[in-house]
DNA sequence: AAATAACCGGGGACCGGGTCCCCGTTTATG
DNA sequence: CATAAACGGGGACCCGGTCCCCGGTTATTT
């Protein structure tokens, strides 16, 4: 994975990072994700500091910028849960059960984390994020369009409602760490994903959306 | 509604309040179930007051400490919802259209705002808490089953899914006051009611639970 | 293994926003 | 009309988060 680059390269100009350099903004990103999940994106930065075991001034030196840092996390976690999408696209056969698996494995990675990111607070039209982004919806999205093409998964849902419903399904409770409510949650996620499959029992209003529809519609600003 | 409790009393004590006081209290809740439903029960003092139309020394002399105003809009929530679960029992023949109606309506009076509202910070055990959780509870237990007995509704569920999947799927985002949302909140809504109609369409991990279950478990502090 | 430079950590000063009170003014009541 | 209860907003206080400084530590280089 990590190609050897600045091997033979004149290293004198950037010597490249330490390793425990790495090791730390590594745990960094980790803790945050951890802290943004249980309290949102505001948690003080000292705190996200202690709970990496690091000094507060290394958090500073690596992501001066609040900004940067929500925008490392959402990153590092569009890519767990797009994966989670691929493998269940690759190594389930049933249509359904391949989102079923998506659904509750997105759980585990804790989306529901990304809602309070949405507060503001961090550029969405950043290249990177975009580029993940599309590669999110496009995961999904296959997994949406094959079960509906299987006949399993009602017509007049899209990817936007699964991934508003599952955020908010997830989304922790402020404070108590609680561990029976995992078991609940997942409860939840499998009542909805029954409520999702075909033939529709009822007749929704409004129309399907995308991520798209989403990134734009949330935030009128 | 209100007696004359002090009119012949010697109301040189307790001389009876002000119209335009009680008047003034009753705007503050009602500005303040707002401001938590938004933005949690951490919004500041002054933003409460600004919304009421009030100076903040009123809100003050009123809610001496944040517990009393928190506890004060809980209150009246629940009943308001509790109102909503009592009429839709009542007007609605059909058990199953009879929980959709609940589910909606509660949805409209923003129950999700009870949740940020479990972050501690408030009294759990006070008599007047507990009471008005009783009647909520029993107004959508008797909810849930009629519908479970006349085979509309799974039996392998219990007002606890229901009211936490509810509170969940309607809490709002922080900050945006996005118009499109509720739209969309209601199609989730009626995607989770489809899931618990009978017959079941899938098996459930756990078991039911009722809101005493959920008093006890999500705070172990 | 020793030298060197990059990196680390935590203690504390600064700053902004929320809380809460004081007091001159307004308004319901009898 | 007199009186006292209630109001309101301006500002002082205080706490918690941010951010920097500097002495100590640890990975790298020869």
């Known amino acids: 994975m990590t190609s050897t680059v600045a091997d033979s390269a004149p290293a004198r100009r950037v010597p490249r990072p330490r390793a425990d350099a790495l090791r730390n903004r590594e745990r960094i990103v980790t803790a945050a994700r951890e802290m943004f999940v249980e309290f949102g994106s505001q948690v003080p930065y000292d705190e996200i500091a202690r709970r990496a075991g690091v000094g507060n001034a290394t958090l500073y030196r690596n992501f001066p910028e609040r900004t940067d840092l929500v925008h490392e996390v959402v990153l590092s976690l569009m890519a767990r849960v797009t994966e989670v999408a691929e493998r269940a696209a690759e190594e389930e056969s049933d249509t359904f059960a391949a989102l079923r698996r998506f659904t509750l494995g997105a759980a585990d990675e804790r989306v529901g984390a990304l809602c309070p990111m949405l507060d503001g607070a961090f550029d969405k039209d950043h290249p990177d ?93």
């Open 129 to 221: 994020l975009v580029a993940e982004r599309d590669r999110l919806e496009e995961a999904v999205q296959g997994l949406v369009e094959r079960a509906q093409q299987a006949g399993r998964l009602r017509t007049d849902v899209g990817v936007g409602d699964l991934m508003v419903a599952l955020s908010q399904l997830t989304r922790p409770l402020p404070g108590s760490g609680c561990a029976a409510f995992d078991q609940f949650v997942r409860r939840h996620l499998l009542l909805f994903l029954d409520g999702l499959e075909a033939p529709a029992r009822s007749e929704l209003p409004g129309k399907a959306a995308t991520l798209e529809d989403l990134r734009r519609d949330s935030c009128p600003s």
